[in-house]
């Protein structure tokens, strides 16, 4: 079935420096791809979304680009913030079969230091 | 900006006894969702519903759960006989119709079956 990987955490980062959690992606179809940021004690917020290859999805000076060659859709920030502190999830959902749910990664726990 | 609200926010319950845990999605969303999240681990689909059915489900959705649409605006996640196992925080998802979508999640349900 469809899946998603993604870089364990937890991700350790001092502020302004820059940021890359990689993902991966299986599917037999067509997916469209998201990165959803969990702030602590919250639910899942939609980062950004991208569903084509080549698409780059964009949002809070995060992005993210579909490869459909390497399967990949690795998210990325050139400045990051404490603000930005989260759990950061890959996932999919292969809406070429219908509106089927989406497969989450485990999730990349990022903390980011003043 | 339109979300998605559950109640309650916490919920105890001991091992053996129901629960409902209640969702009130976006207002002119049509596809509703159950997601949990064990501590530590994965964002886990339980089960999708649409157009007043359930659309699919996965293997955790087993006998004990089911869903309800009671009116317009409620979603609900019944567990019939809580085991220590169904700990976990449980999210409520909407989403649009149409390719690619995304979710929107509330802020989840912590339930604690002891």
């Known amino acids: 079935g469809d899946s998603v990987t993604q870089m364990e955490g937890p991700v350790t980062l001092s502020e302004e420096a820059f940021l890359t959690i990689n993902c991966t992606y299986t599917?037999?179809?067509?997916?469209?791809l998201f990165w959803y940021v969990q702030y602590p004690g919250e639910g899942l917020q939609l980062l950004l979304k991208a569903t084509k290859a080549d698409d780059k999805g964009s949002n809070k000076g995060f992005e993210a680009t579909y490869r459909k060659e390497t399967t990949s859709f690795h998210l990325e920030k050139g400045s990051v913030q404490v603000s930005d502190s989260a759990v950061y999830f890959c996932a999919l959902s292969d809406r070429t079969k219908g509106n089927t749910p989406l497969v989450f990664g485990k999730g990349t726990r990022l903390s980011v230091i003043a | 900006e339109p979300e998605v609200t559950q109640t309650p926010s916490h919920q105890v319950t001991q091992m053996g006894q129901e629960v409902i845990l209640r969702c009130v999605p976006i207002?002119?969303?049509?596809?509703f969702y159950w997601y949990r999240q064990i501590l530590g681990q994965k964002v886990e689909f339980l089960v999708s519903?649409?157009?007043?059915?359930?659309?699919?489900k996965s293997e955790i959705f087993d006998d004990q759960f089911s869903v309800e649409r009671p009116d317009g605006s409620n979603f609900t996640l019944k567990i019939r006989s809580t085991k220590l196992e169904d700990s976990a925080m449980y999210f409520c998802a909407s989403s649009g119709e149409g390719m690619g979508s995304p979710l929107h999640f509330g802020n989840g349900t912590r339930l604690t079956v002891t």
């Open positions: 207002s002119n969303h049509l596809y």
């Open positions: 599917a037999t179809g067509y997916p469209s």
């Open positions: 519903f649409y157009n007043n059915e359930i659309s699919e």
